[in-house]
């Protein structure tokens, strides 16, 4: 019985969809930030499959003090209420990919968690005010996500390894 109350109260949260990916999705909000910003070589792409799916691939290198990229999604202004949370359906490869929001756009800091793929279909909730400010790699000493708004969400990968990856996409909802 308290599963099935869960599942009805996870139900009933109104959801904002920040980015819902079909077959004939516009990627046009979408960008690629990959390390060459700083000198590295990695490389990231961000495309849509045939079934609908936003395909985030590449390879991670760590040459020339490289070793990250990224898909970054300009929401525009979102409100968000006290006690928020992203919830995204994710297909990984097995490996950790950050999961990264901005409250405005031009602020230095992102806020940051990291969530682990099993290779299977996932529905991940990350909770706004347990994603901590970073930037460059480094934490910050400020607080934890605590704005009413958010302007940008990212995937990115820094598993301080040379790897390929690939990371499927289905949707992306903010749960008031």
């Known amino acids: 019985m308290q599963i099935i109350l869960s599942i009805f109260i996870a139900l009933m949260q109104p959801a904002t969809t920040l980015f819902d ?13 990959n390390d060459g910003v700083m000198g590295g070589l990695s490389e990231g792409a961000l495309e849509l499959t045939s079934e609908g799916h936003g395909l985030f691939t590449g390879q991670v290198r760590l040459e ?9 999604c300009a929401t525009g202004k979102i ?18 990919y950050q999961f990264r929001v901005k409250h405005k ?8 968690t990291t969530f682990s793929t099993s290779g299977e279909w996932q529905t991940i909730e990350i909770p706004l005010n347990e994603l901590y400010s970073s930037f460059r790699g480094r934490v910050l000493d400020m ?20 790897e390929t990856f690939e990371l499927l996409i289905d949707s992306v909802e903010l749960i008031q």
Request: no cysteine; proline share 3%; glycine share 8%.
């Open 64 to 72: 020339n003090n490289g070793g990250f990229t990224s898909i970054r």
């Open 21 to 33: 990916f079909t077959p004939y999705s516009s990627l046009d909000s979408w960008y690629v930030v």
């Open 143 to 162: 607080p934890n996500f605590n704005h009413k708004s958010l302007t940008e969400f990212t995937f990115l990968i820094a598993n301080k390894k040379a």
């Open 79 to 96: 409100e968000t209420a006290e006690g928020a949370s992203v919830r995204m359906r994710i297909k990984g490869d097995g490996k950790n």
């Open 105 to 112: 756009a031009r602020d230095y800091q992102s806020y940051i």
